[in-house]
């Protein structure tokens, strides 16, 4: 994420300021992504098409972070590969609470590329319920 800085004068003093630039959801394309659970053992699968890779692409998963008892965070990163590859299944993840949301991010060379938003049940958060992107930022 770029950032940039600005000089805040105010009251006779000076300091200097940086200011982060919040994304767009309208800019990220979305991925399809579909969580399969096991209740008893509180985990999920997740499976996840981006339909967006070109050339000689694929997505390396790179982290699960629980960010709260209702929400995970994965972060996936677009790597050069020896052939496309766009599907990706991950195993076993853990979750605190049944109504717990999944947050899948994609990047490319640090910079956000792609996202999806789903319920465990695979239903897509609403655009308006995506607060979760300021934690990540």
């Known amino acids: 994420m770029v950032s940039s800085q600005y000089l805040n004068i105010s009251n006779s003093s000076a300091e200097l300021v940086e200011v982060t630039p919040?994304?767009?959801?309208?800019?990220?394309?979305?991925?399809?992504?579909s969580a399969e659970v096991n209740a008893v053992q509180k985990k999920f699968s997740l499976e996840i098409i981006d339909g967006f890779l070109r050339g000689n692409e694929r997505l390396n998963f790179v982290e699960h972070k629980v960010v709260s008892d209702f929400t995970s965070i994965l972060i996936f990163e677009v790597t050069q590969a020896s052939q496309l590859n766009t599907y990706y299944k991950l195993e076993a993840l853990s979750y605190v609470n049944s109504n717990h949301n999944i947050f899948i991010l994609v990047k490319k060379n640090n910079k956000m590329l792609g996202y999806q938003y789903i319920g465990l049940d695979n239903e897509i958060i609403p655009e308006v319920e995506?607060?979760?992107?300021?934690?990540l930022l």
Do not use: H
């Open 22 to 33: 919040s994304i767009s959801l309208g800019n990220l394309y979305k991925v399809y992504a």
């Open 130 to 135: 995506q607060k979760i992107l300021s934690k």
